[in-house]
């Protein structure tokens, strides 16, 4: 890599990454930097920097996995600066990484030594002070801009409503019947089998085969193995067939 290229700071302030505060400013979540040729990635967490060990790793050229270990081996109360979090890796898998504050940085890069990596630390050092300033000195939208922000925030709440509205359907769909349901389904398929055996004179020994046809129609309408397993959300559905099976198709074969 060239030696010590001019840090350079991108901040963005596109309506997908600027939040508003109460007076109608905006407030910088988080900051883009190019140290030795890495992009580091800043976030601000509750009025607090952060970086995180595999942008550290990148810049510093290190393996990631020696720089984990490295942090694994501090203190407690080292470790008070890191928070251990996970990014998803090439093959789209869960592996580990920390994210540091301004002093988990300086107590971790203290430990690597070299003309570079003192330079890579001060650049790392001016980007925690840049995003800091940022944080503490709004942005000032203009009208159009906050409106684009809260269009934004609007569209990405909505999207969260409907996906939980979703998960909400799907919980529903799973769940079979209550207790209580269930009592009320073998309840409903005596009363059926008791008015079908009276309005037509039949006699008693079309009462096995009153309730298993009803059963059966059942099974085979809703496609479920037991009225156990009726989905809750179709339980009024059930009743209602039930009340309404006509004597031709509880007695078909």
Do not use: C
Not at 218 to 225: A, C, G, I, N, S
């Amino acid at each position: 890599m060239n030696a010590w290229p001019e840090m350079v700071t991108r901040i963005s302030t596109t309506p997908e990454t600027v939040a508003l505060n109460k007076e109608g400013t905006a407030m910088l979540p988080q900051m883009n930097v190019i140290v030795n040729e890495v992009e580091v990635h800043l976030v601000s967490v509750d009025g607090k920097v952060f970086a995180n060990s595999l942008d550290v790793a990148a810049v510093f050229e290190k393996r990631h996995d020696d720089v984990l270990k490295k942090i694994r081996s501090f203190s407690e109360r080292g470790l008070r600066n890191f928070t251990d979090t996970s990014y998803t890796d090439e093959s789209n898998r869960q592996s580990p990484m920390f994210e540091m504050n301004r002093d988990g940085f300086i107590f971790l890069v203290s430990k690597f030594t070299g003309a570079k990596a003192e330079q890579w630390q001060l650049d790392f050092i001016d980007a925690f002070n840049q995003m800091e300033k940022s944080i503490y000195k709004p942005v000032v939208l203009t009208n159009d801009e906050k409106l684009a922000v809260i269009a934004q925030s609007t569209i990405e709440v909505s999207s969260r409503v409907e996906t939980v509205e979703h998960k909400i359907v799907e919980i529903e769909q799973k769940m079979t019947a209550n207790y209580a349901q269930q009592q009320k389904l073998q309840k409903q398929v005596k009363i059926r089998a008791h008015t079908l055996q009276n309005i037509h004179n039949l006699p008693k020994e079309y009462n096995r085969k009153l309730y298993s046809g009803i059963y059966r129609e059942m099974y085979t309408h809703f496609e479920v193995p037991s009225y156990k397993d009726i989905p809750m959300v179709k339980f009024d559905e059930a009743v209602n067939f039930i009340q309404s099976l006509p004597l031709e198709r509880v007695l078909a074969a």
